[in-house]
């Protein structure tokens, strides 16, 4: 079941970008979108080649039924999704940590092209992380199973594994939103000090022309916009991030405790315990959903065409993807006001 919700979901989320691509006439992914295809990449291959053998081999324990070239590959591809999807989510709070944080340097990078490199070495990454694997597992005695020589190896692995895929990306990911957060609340500080400027200049120029109204109205409305979408894309990262922490979190606590204290938990509590690490692969493409409610809609085949997609791709659309460019522009001109104070 977890195989199939995860199949339906991260597949349904990928058609739904290039759809909305399509209908908004946008030549390219943004950066957004193209960290969660490759967290959707991630999340379709933990279901096809993490969980689904390790069906198959729990299927046919005792019995491993390949030689042992197969047990060590199978043993190594099954933890690069888990390493992946890790790696990719400091990825995405890297890459909005710089076009938050750094405008100014962000600006002077392709906002495509460091997205892609952030992708290129969360898999690099995790390839090289999972390399242990071919050499801690053999075929002995007609079972795949661990080779270690000394006691102490089985959970210093265990350990090391889960700060690696866990502890690590969770807390770098939370450092680089607690700076995403700050940067976006300072941010909109200035935005709504900036409206209020704005309106009372309107207010003085509107007893002299009285097109002083019209044009405050619509300044007001574009930083409104603006606010709107910048907290949407933080929201949305944030929230897979944090999901993503809480939903491994039993899983890899009950292992370390596992692997260090045998006895000290029921076999048949951790085996439950430890599927709530499973269901991250199939939360990730209904919170992007949720955030992106539009999105789908405006990708459903039986949504009549109208003209409010053009319109929203001319006004930079209603996600908050789009918000990168302005958001970008924005925080120079902070900075650079910052730096003449």
């Given amino acids: 079941m977890i195989i199939l919700i995860t199949l339906f979901g991260n597949s349904l989320l990928v058609y739904v970008i290039f759809k909305n691509n399509q209908v908004l006439r946008r030549k390219r992914v943004t950066p957004v979108q193209m960290l969660m295809l490759h967290m959707c990449a991630a999340d379709i291959l933990f279901a096809l080649i993490s969980v689904g053998p390790t069906m198959a081999i729990t299927a046919t324990v005792p019995v491993f039924y390949g030689p042992n070239f197969l047990c060590k590959f199978t043993k190594f591809l099954q933890v690069i999704p888990m390493y992946a999807s890790s790696f990719l989510l400091v990825a995405i709070s890297a890459d909005r940590y710089q076009a938050i944080c750094r405008p100014l340097a962000s600006m002077k990078s392709s906002a495509y092209n460091r997205p892609a490199l952030y992708s290129a070495i969360a898999w690099t990454a995790a390839i090289l992380f999972s390399t242990p694997q071919l050499y801690l597992f053999e075929k002995r005695d007609g079972d795949c199973t661990e080779n270690y020589t000394e006691p102490y190896q089985y959970p210093l692995y265990v350990c090391l594994f889960n700060s690696v895929v866990w502890l690590l990306p969770s807390a770098i990911a939370g450092y680089l939103y607690f700076c995403v957060c700050k940067a ?23 007893n002299e022309k009285n097109g002083g109204m019209a044009h405050h109205k619509g300044a007001t409305m574009q930083c409104v916009e603006l606010d709107r979408r910048r907290v949407q894309t933080v929201k949305l990262t944030l929230t897979i991030v944090a999901a993503n922490f809480v939903l491994w979190a039993p899983f890899c606590i009950t292992s370390v405790i596992d692997a260090l204290w045998p006895s000290a938990i029921n076999s048949t509590f951790a085996t439950y315990i430890m599927f709530f690490g499973n269901l991250n692969s199939c939360m990730n493409p209904w919170l992007w959903f949720h955030f992106n409610r539009n999105q789908l809609r405006r990708a459903c085949p039986c949504r009549k065409s109208s003209s409010e997609p053009l319109i929203q791709s001319r006004r930079g659309g209603a996600d908050g993807d789009q918000a990168h460019t302005e958001f970008t522009m924005e925080m120079a001109v902070n900075s650079e006001s910052n730096r003449s104070y």
């Fill in 184 to 206: 976006v609340w300072k941010s909109t500080s200035f935005s709504s000090s900036l409206r209020n400027n704005m309106k009372q200049m309107d207010h003085l120029k509107l």
